[in-house]
């Protein structure tokens, strides 16, 4: 039997593979495999996000827009709800039955034991109704919130809006840090500076057990962070003349944009129709949404930034000063007011000069004078000739901030057109196309398509004599001053002295007899304007009413652009409602003798429209 | 023969006694740590009363550690020959009682195998382990396994098999699987290897038949066994017969494999199956248990989170975290340290156990030192292996650290009974 012994280390051997086994096994998923700590903490580490308070919103002048107000969401936690009298809590919360049931069911379906959302966008005075009664309905709660209000009913096309985010936008890596549920800005300044008027997220790290329930602060909340308030936006509009064109552009379509040339600050944006900024927020703010989308007049359609037109007439200026630069024309240069070449406005004097042409917007004029810059003799094959002197003369016309976005704080901006021989090859074929097919360009018609901000700009930059900043909304962050590139001087490359020589000419169309914008002056009370009205041919109805202009000419602090659709002519309509908002910025009222103004001006609502 | 007591203490292997407090210290803080709280006062006994204190299991632990120690001192002061004497009356009081306990038993967790005696609660199929250990030593020291007396062999699987088939009719298969064990004790005693072999092998085939498509592996054992005889045609010729009776059964079992899975095991046996070979098949289900404690373990990292840090244990996420799966507890807030230090202690164990049954004169003894350690040795290996996911979930405790009364008083009888008759070793030889 001894023999029998030495089957003990086999049994002993048996014993040690399995040790080992496990050894190695354990070695495995507790050291070298990583995988297991991150379940654990997913199974127990719970996030709880702190929404920082929202950074305020106020006009140049301090005075706010755009605050935050608690709104409170009604709660439920499904499983400490107990013997539910449904009658008497819908009565309370004045909802249908069927809603309660409906939201009850998503609760249950959500969790058991978290809080979910049954009604949301409670406002305070509503809240005060159900407060008292809501100690006899156990597992609901009241939970604070903050949301967007408004000191305002004007610009809320640049404001835009906040909103929950969307299942789009989370799948963007822009947006990868929100989370299903969060509040962010959707459009305007709202979205534009989210990153500085969201604030810092406060983040709370808590364990929970295995059925989520809360069981402390996760290693007594070293890792939490507190929430730190966003910065508040410093607006360069100045709310009363914001309040003053929007009312003047009631009832019409179009925009208006008004910069302080100096600095490109936005001193009024508007897009007309208009709406209520509050509209988009609050409870029942999808349903406002949809109805402002589908309404026929599109309010939610930006226009300055986003309407693109041919600028008519006021884009004579630039044609002028590239040619001026370029040594093609001077201001003495004149040119036949030759209707064969293209049909003029009026009949007027013979433009002699450049002023004269200003004056009276000679369209014949224009063309000679675009036709001089294109038509160089570079190539003695005239279409190539023709061919390469476009692509000059648009390289320069784009100096200007035409063609391409400015770059304004809002993101809807759309580039316009400054068609390029690239254009002109795809649609009518390479060399088969001249300047007889291209010089509507020189009066602002044809394919070109600016923008009214960048009108507006234009203006600003002839008014500071070839330079601007990028037209912005935001003068101050919080403490600091605007961002970084709308501190920097962009030159048109066109010689100071050129606009010299044609701001004269921009005086007489409003102050001198017989000018184009004659409606616009405000010599009567002592500003002088230097302006250029305009008319853009519209093949779907109605002309465009523009005007476009800066003041006082001898120390411009205003540059403006305003477009009225369908309204006809720009003398009639646009140049007196300009006059208007430069009075109001610069005089802070209105002489009592344009008052009647205010009623009269033409619009598409009243004159024009009703006749499709 | 009276001794005195401090000879007697004297020949006591304190060694083990020694180890058998550590682990049922390190035990008890694992169940303390598993039943812990944040949110429990922070000295419980000046704010609790004794009822209070009876819901956690760390406090009934310390009862039931308190009652083992006079278990010990009752089992030490009997007189060794009352195990032997007395090993199938005991026998057969138990058989009686396993037949008896489904029919008086509350159903608990699907089962009527618990007994309860007032506020205690008893699973005879705890203490079936060291009384058939005693019944079968007894009778081994009668027989000559080598001897090959078919009569002897069929009478000691009969002793054997019946409890577990009892404890089968009661619905606690773990419990019953472990009197597989006693097979390693048959073994040290003379059992024929090949038991083991064929065992082991056809442990193989299944395994690999539900993991490796069938026909792949009919295939590839088809070609091995051709090769072995290509190249010894002398084997060849003698052993033909056998060659293709082993190859038939092996194709019977790995086609078997889906009737015996699929009619022979129960619904919640085939899931703890299929998610041991695919954790993710069942995550909520019995996934979840074994997911959840190799998460646990796994957590652990090296030096662990420490003593009442594992978040896992702590919130509950691991199931029967202070029963079945206590490994978890000791994974998660002592690290890999931790569970060598617990794989250590078993083996020091063993070790020693099987020291201390070598070193027995008589076949009763041995056999029985054996069966002992073969018992903790399945224990440790299947309850470990399911926490980490190599073995299936079945319900056995870890002896000495798993909570519950019945388990640890059972190890304690089967550890301490094997010391009592080590202890009177000596005086077996002054008597001859």
Known sequence: MQYLEGRKYVVHAIFLAVALLFAARLFYIQVLDGSYKLAADRNTLQRIVQAPYRGLIYDRKGQILVQNTPVYDLMVVPREVKKLDTARFCQLLQLPLEEVREGMKAARAYSRVKASPLVQNLSTPELAAIQDNLIDFPGFSIKARMARSYNTKNMAHALGYVGAITPAFLEKPKFSKYMAGEFLGITGLESFYEPQLMGRRGVQYRMVNVRGIEKGAFRGGEFDTLSIAGQDLHLSIDSDLQAYAEQLMAGKRGSVVALDPKTGEILAFVSAPMFDPATLSGKGMGNRYMDLLNNPERPLFNRPLMATYPPGSTFKLVNELVALQMGVVTPQTGFACNWKLVRCTHRHEYPSNVGIAIKNSCNPYFYQVMRAAVLRGRSANRFEDARLGLGEWRRKVMQFGLGEKLGVDLSQEKRGLIPSPDFYDKRNGYHRWNYRTVYSLSIGQGEIGITGLQMANIMATIANRGWYYTPHFVKGIGQGGPLPQYTVRHTVGVDPIHFDEIIPGMQSVVDGRGGTGGNASLLDVGISVAGKTGTVQNPHGDDHATFAAFAPAEDPKIAIAVFIENAGFGGSSAAPLSALLIEKYLRGNIAPWRRRWEGWLPGPAERFVKHH | ?432
């Open chain 2, 1 to 432: 023969m009276p001794t005195s007591p401090a000879r007697y203490s004297r020949s006591i292997d304190w060694i083990t006694v020694l180890i058998y407090l550590l682990m049922v210290g390190v035990g008890w803080l694992s169940v303390y740590a598993a039943s812990y709280s944040p949110d429990a006062p922070e000295n419980p006994f000046s704010h609790l009363s004794f009822q209070e204190l009876m819901a956690f299991n760390w406090f009934k632990q310390i009862l039931w550690i308190g009652t083992a120690v006079v278990l010990i001192v009752v089992l030490l002061v009997i007189d060794y020959k009352a195990y032997d004497t007395f090993a199938f009356v005991l026998y057969g009081a138990m058989i009686l009682l396993l037949i008896v306990t489904p029919f008086i038993a509350r159903p608990i967790a699907g089962s009527r195998s618990w007994l309860e005696l007032g506020p205690v609660r008893l699973q005879p199929a705890e203490f079936a382990k060291f009384i058939t250990a005693l019944a079968v030593s007894r009778y081994m020291a009668g027989i000559n396994l080598r001897q090959q007396n078919f009569r002897d062999q069929l009478v000691l699987a009969g002793l054997t098999l019946l409890p577990p088939l009892l404890i089968i009719a009661a619905n606690e298969t773990g419990q019953a699987l472990v009197f597989g064990a006693f097979l390693l004790a048959y073994f040290r005693e003379g059992m024929s290897p090949l038991i083991l072999l064929i065992l082991a092998a056809a442990g193989v085939v299944l395994i690999l038949s539900l993991l490796v498509p069938k026909l792949w592996l009919v295939g590839a054992f088809t070609v091995l066994l051709g090769l072995v005889f290509a190249f010894n045609t002398r084997i060849f010729r003698h052993h033909l017969v056998l060659a293709l009776s082993v190859w038939a059964v092996v194709v019977g079992m790995v086609f078997g494999v889906d009737f015996f899975f699929n009619n022979v095991l129960q619904a919640h046996q085939r899931k703890r199956i299929e998610v041991l070979i695919n954790p993710s098949a069942d995550p909520l289900g019995v996934g979840w248990n074994v997911t959840q404690s190799k998460i646990a373990i796994g957590s652990g990292g090296f030096a662990g989170k420490g003593f009442l840090q594992g978040t896992q244990t702590k919130f509950d996420f691991v199931p029967e975290q202070s029963t079945d799966f206590i490994f978890c507890t000791v994974g998660e807030e002592w690290g890999w340290v931790g569970t060598m230090v617990v794989i250590i202690l078993f083996m020091v164990l063993l070790g020693r156990i099987l020291y201390v049954a070598e070193r027995q004169k008589s076949v009763f003894g041995r056999t029985y030192g054996y069966c002992v350690a073969s018992i903790i040795f399945f224990h440790f290996c299947v309850n470990i292996g399911m926490t980490i996911g190599l073995a299936p979930v079945v319900g056995i405790p870890l002896p000495f650290f798993s909570y519950g009364g019945s388990s640890l008083w059972s190890f304690t009888t089967l550890l301490f009974i094997l010391l009592a008759i080590d202890a009177y070793r000596k005086q077996d030889l002054e008597r001859y």
